[in-house]
């Protein structure tokens, strides 16, 4: 993994506005004032999504995969066989939603599809399950 990044969660107890704030190991817990609360303490993955954002625990990321017709029609690997004519956006795919959280067959995953295909879907960070828990529901 490497880096030992954290992102606390502040959360103000009158207003109920979220801020955040980045810090490696061994950094104190930056303090805020009395009206904030730290609401989460989330760890660096080691991993970044298709647009090269850090991904935290507690983040809410959506993954693309390729549909089971278009992997039967181009191979298991259809973005490094498209035919000329084919573009990325022709294929169709199927998307889901995930909190990401710290098991290492869901990170062992998340890595290979993150480093098999970064570019052609990929994993993307929507939000974190702060800032919106709903983004988890299915679109």
């Not at 990321?61 to 498209?82: E, I, Q, R």
Request: glycine share 8%; net charge negative.
């Amino acid at each position: 993994m490497g880096e030992l990044k954290f992102r606390i969660t502040y959360q103000h107890s009158e207003t109920g506005r979220i801020t955040q704030r980045f810090m490696e190991l061994g950094e104190p817990i930056p303090h805020l004032g009395i009206d904030w609360q730290v609401v989460g303490k989330d760890q660096f993955i080691g991993l970044k999504d298709r647009d090269g954002k850090e991904i935290f625990e507690g983040d809410i990321v959506k993954v693309g995969y390729f549909a089971l017709n278009d992997t039967v029609k181009f191979g298991s690997t259809p973005w490094k066989n498209l035919p000329v004519d084919i573009k990325e956006d022709d294929i169709t795919t199927e998307t889901a939603r995930h909190e990401i959280i710290f098991n290492y067959n869901f990170l062992a995953t998340l890595e290979r599809v993150i480093k098999e295909n970064p570019d052609c879907i990929g994993i993307e960070v929507i939000r974190n399950i702060y800032e919106n828990a709903d983004l988890l529901e299915t679109p």
